[in-house]
T-cell receptor, first 111, second 113 residues
Framework: SQKIEQNSEALNIQEGKTATLTCNYT??????LQWYRQDPGRGPVFLLL?????KEKRKERLKVTFDTTLKQSLFHITASQPADSATYLC??????????FGDGTTLTVKP | EAGVAQSPRYKIIEKRQSVAFWCNPI?????LYWYQQILGQGPKLLIQ????????DSQLPKDRFSAERLKGVDSTLKIQPAKLEDSAVYLC???????????FGDGTRLSIL
């Protein structure tokens, strides 16, 4: 069956460092992959989308990579700030737009 | 642009009662999704509409859950009868088209007593 695994534990880093979150999947051939941010009591907010034929995408301090051979995506936040503290979700999607979400990684950036 | 609107924000009911949630997507968005998010887990897709047609409802418990999207705009999700395991946040999302980023509402938190 399809399985998506994100960092199994919460991630704690110091302000200014780079946070790296992982998303591994099995038994799935996604057409594209998305990363979302979710704050407590709020709905997820879209951050980045990367398609299966793309290796890397960047947006300001964010970078995502997508390796379909390793079945893995890495999500980087450079120069992290306490305001980046949140839960980050990866979602794999088919060409029909059906999305399967991971359970998320909770990131805490300490000043 | 206005975001995805959902109501109510909170709902408390007893098991075996019925409940309905409402969603107003972003204007012009053709694709609408309903998700169930249990505490500590990621959102799980229940049903996906393209305009007013169903694209995927494979994970919708059809014996108790129903959803409709009349005129391809607003949508309602209903649970009848509710079970204790239905306690969760119900999220609605919309996208301009399939394969586009999804915009989420803040959800309805449902508690079953």
């Amino acid at each position: 069956s399809q399985k998506i695994e994100q960092n199994s534990e919460a991630l704690n880093i110091q302000e200014g460092k780079t946070a790296t979150l992982t998303c591994n999947y099995t038994n799935y051939s996604p057409a594209y992959l998305q990363w979302y941010r979710q704050d407590p009591g709020r709905g997820p907010v879209f951050l980045l989308l990367i398609r299966e034929n793309e290796k890397e995408k960047r947006k300001e301090r964010l970078k995502v990579t997508f390796d379909t051979t390793l079945k893995q995506s890495l999500f980087h936040i450079t120069a992290s700030q306490p305001a980046d503290s949140a839960t980050y979700l990866c979602a794999l999607s088919t060409n029909a737009g059906k999305s399967t979400f991971g359970d998320g990684t909770t990131l805490t950036v300490k000043p | 642009e206005a975001g995805v609107a959902q109501s109510p924000r909170y709902k408390i009911i007893e098991k075996r009662q019925s409940v309905a949630f409402w969603c107003n997507p972003i204007s012009g968005h053709a694709t609408l999704y309903w998700y169930q998010q249990i505490l500590g887990q990621g959102p799980k897709l229940l049903i996906q509409f393209q305009n007013n047609g169903v694209v995927d409802d494979s994970q919708l418990p059809k014996d108790r859950f129903s959803a409709e999207r009349l005129k391809g705009v607003d949508s309602t999700l209903k649970i009848q009868p509710a079970k204790l395991e239905d306690s969760a946040v119900y999220l609605c999302a919309s996208s301009l088209e399939i394969n586009q980023p999804q915009h989420f509402g803040d959800g309805t938190r449902l508690s079953i007593l």
